[in-house]
């Protein structure tokens, strides 16, 4: 992968909150969830704590956080760059910014077609 592009990315806000459950938690990992129970959500969880599969894509990483995707969902979105941000509101049930009062959002954004082709030659 391409580390002149990045798959995924973090507002400022977003590293604050997630070096903060960092310090409360220790070692962190994120999976954006496909939907179900808590919808398209970054879910934050322990390092660990979350059962990735073979076919899991790793995305990269926010601060030392290594961050993952399904390869369903990596299939829709693997034309967006990934923007995770933290807005006031509950988190998913599973995830460890629940019962903080803020939130991981995940914004996206579209590549543009020269940063696809060198995203495509790098894998």
């Known amino acids: 992968m391409n580390n002149a592009i ?3 990315t973090a507002t400022p806000a977003a590293l604050e909150f997630l070096a903060a459950l960092r310090r409360q938690h220790g070692p962190l990992m994120f999976f954006q969830s496909g939907g179900c ?3 398209s959500a970054p879910m934050c969880y322990g ?3 979350f059962n990735l599969s073979d076919t899991d894509v790793y995305l990269g990483n926010l601060d030392g956080t290594p961050f993952y995707m399904g390869l369903e969902q990596f299939e829709y979105w693997q034309h967006t760059q990934l923007i995770i941000d933290v807005v006031d509101g509950n988190g998913g049930m599973f995830s ?3 019962g903080t009062g803020r939130r991981f959002l ?3 954004r579209l590549f543009t077609d020269e940063e696809l082709a060198v995203l495509n030659s790098a894998e």
């Open 6 to 8: 990045a798959r995924v």
């Open 106 to 108: 995940t914004r996206s």
């Open 37 to 39: 129970c808590d919808g």
């Open 47 to 49: 390092a660990g704590d």
């Open 96 to 98: 460890l910014d629940n």
